[in-house]
């Protein structure tokens, strides 16, 4: 008996309705389906503009999507929400640093201990350390303040970043005016501040101050603003120009030094940890009440960036140094007279070297296997040279980027001693050049099987040659 013939598949999968079970579907309601058309149409629209406009990230709008710039910039230039922007940004990173320090100065105020202290030292000093986080430099004592502390300077990154996202508009206009709204923010800071400020530096000190401010604030509005994949898109045309090698080799360079960056950082925590007892030792040495313990916690977490840069340093072998005539070293150490600052308690002691920490350089080497690893995954290489010289580049690019973490990380902290502060910038770079590099080689290139082929025919030839030559003797 044969089966009956199978409906049309159309008519199988056709949906039913759950009221009446047939199988024609309910209509959509028309302003729906017009609501939908006008949302498919808004993306066509911001893709168009994306495109057009290279590397601006899309503004975001529509139902559930609050745009980036509204209220008080809807209907004026575009311009205007990037001053908003810039302006905003370095108010909140100023604020964040002042208000503990208020906070404390009115905690304090009824004690007659402080009835010498009015409220506006306190704030010169939030603003005094502001400035410092944005390149400034001061007089201190008869020395000069140079150090830069690098937690002002992410703070400050990250606060023109989000203030950015959530108020510019994704223009180039917009960019620029905010630049000129966070420097004229800073130049009234400087101001307020005075001869206390960088003001009282000299010349050398306001343009250090003006190129610092405005590379973080190009650095953090850029960044809210610029989309990744935009950006990328955008300097296309540049480095596209590179040879493939060379832009493989200064990847895997990156991704070195960011692995050693993240080991600096461990060994940080890990210092951290192995000296609480001494920086405990301070803080009760210090006596401190309120208003210092604040001003001492904000100084603290200001500096504890730099702390990570001192330990790249000690990480490639050169060391660091926390004034003159002072080494900090996986094999030697040479202490001396500390500023009273409880973080620098957790500095390695004498008699701490040698041992285990004599290897600490090894850790750039494998930062170095990885970046090699990566180089083997990703590099087709064609010659024989190309993985060597991939490897090369790689060291070249992790040495560069850890030059300039130390360069960041140093500096003077004020007169005599104190003018010393870090690691040599030339040492440290040379050394995480080398050691990435044979890293990188050691995994990079015996992996690599156009050289894995060439050696096998170099030595047949040198076989023969040897073959040849005894024959004929």
């Known amino acids: 008996m044969s089966r009956p013939p199978v409906p049309p598949a ?8 759950a009221a009446t079970g047939r199988g024609t579907p309910p209509a959509a309601p028309a302003p729906r389906a017009a609501g939908a058309l006008v949302e498919r149409w808004r ?12 590397l601006l990230r899309r503004s975001p709008s529509g139902p559930g999507r609050p745009g980036r710039a509204g209220g008080a910039t809807d209907g004026a230039p575009r311009w205007v929400s990037g001053l908003l922007a810039g302006a905003q940004a370095a108010l909140l990173s100023f604020l964040v640093v002042v208000v ?8 304090t105020s009824a004690d007659p201990a402080n009835a010498e202290i009015g409220w506006p030292r306190s704030v010169a000093v939030g603003a005094v350390l502001w400035l410092l986080g944005h390149g400034a430099s001061v007089d201190a004592g008869g020395g000069s303040v140079t150090l830069v502390p690098l937690g002002m300077t992410v703070l ?3 606060t023109a970043a989000a203030s950015a996202r959530r108020t510019a508009r994704p223009t180039r206009s917009a960019w620029l005016a905010g630049i000129g709204g966070y420097l004229a923010m800073v130049g009234v800071v400087a101001l307020g501040v005075g001869p206390a400020g960088p003001l009282g530096a000299g010349p050398g000190a306001v343009v250090r101050l003006v190129v610092g401010a405005g590379l973080v604030a190009a650095v953090g509005l850029g960044s809210g603003m610029i989309a990744a994949r935009a950006l990328r898109e955008a300097t296309r045309p540049a480095w596209s120009r590179l040879p493939a090698i060379a832009r493989v080799g200064g990847t895997a360079g990156a991704i070195a030094a960011s692995s050693l960056l993240a080991v600096a950082a461990l060994v940080t925590a890990a210092w951290v940890l192995m000296g609480r007892a001494a920086t405990g ?14 001003v001492l916690a904000v100084g603290q977490l200001a500096l504890l960036p730099n702390l990570v840069g001192w330990s790249v340093a000690w990480l490639a072998g050169p060391g660091f140094a926390v004034g003159a005539g002072t080494v900090w070293s996986p094999g030697h150490v040479v202490g001396g007279p500390l500023p009273a600052l409880p ?5 390695p002691p004498e008699g701490a070297e040698g041992g285990a920490a004599r290897w600490a350089p090894l850790l750039v080497v494998l930062c170095g296997a990885l970046a090699g690893w990566w180089l083997h995954r990703t590099l087709r290489t064609s010659r024989v040279w190309e993985a060597p010289l991939a490897a090369l580049l790689a060291g070249v690019t992790a040495g560069t980027l850890a030059a300039v973490a130390t360069a960041l990380s140093g500096g003077s902290a004020g007169p005599g001693r104190l003018a010393v502060v870090g690691g040599s910038v030339a040492l440290v770079g ?5 050691l990435v590099l044979a890293g990188a080689f050691l995994v990079a290139v015996p992996g690599d099987p156009v050289v894995r ?14 073959r040849g030559t005894t024959s004929h003797g």
Do not use: C, E, K, N
Not at 343 to 347: E, K, Q, S, T, Y
């Open 343 to 347: 973080l620098l308690g957790a500095l």
């Open 156 to 158: 400050a990154v990250f």
């Open 43 to 54: 993306d066509v629209v911001d893709r168009g503009r994306a495109r057009a406009g290279g």
């Open 10 to 17: 159309r008519a199988a999968t056709r949906p039913r309705t």
């Open 453 to 466: 082929g060439g050696v096998r025919r170099a030595s047949r030839s040198a076989w023969a040659a040897i």
């Open 430 to 434: 040379l050394a995480v050049a080398g």
């Open 100 to 107: 503990p320090t208020m906070a404390a100065y009115v905690a």
């Open 281 to 294: 030792d301070v803080v009760a040495a210090l006596g401190l009440d309120v208003f210092g313990g604040a």
